[in-house]
Structures are given as structure tokens and as C-alpha cells.
């Protein structure tokens, strides 16, 4: 079995017995978005506090 599928499958574990198809796609959703996020950040595409902040203003 891929990690992929076995984070998938203890994401769904850990839901409620009574959760609906659209908290497991939310779950995992969020899920692949964080792993996307850390991965960029680990690639160095990421924008600093001060450049968020100077964007923000400007």
C-alpha cells in the first residue's frame, strides 16, 4: 500500500462514525493543500512576512 493511501485511509479513521462524504472530501482536501504548502515552502517558493506585508500596503 502507498503512504498516500495509508494517510488517506487513517485520515478517514480518525472522522466520527457519523461523518458525511463532504467532511472526508474536506479532510483530505485540506490535507493534500498543507502537503502542497510544505512542499513549496521546502523548494524555497514561499513569500516572507515583510514582502506579504509591503504587498499588502502598497
Known amino acids: 500500500m502507498t503512504i498516500v493511501k495509508e494517510q488517506a485511509i487513517n485520515l478517514i479513521k480518525d472522522l466520527p462514525d457519523n461523518a458525511t462524504w463532504d467532511d472526508i472530501m474536506y479532510k483530505l482536501y485540506v ?11 521546502d523548494k524555497g517558493k514561499f513569500v516572507s512576512h515583510e514582502d506579504a506585508k509591503k504587498r499588502l500596503l502598497s
Open 31 to 41: 490535507r493534500e493543500k498543507i502537503e502542497k504548502a510544505l512542499d513549496d515552502a
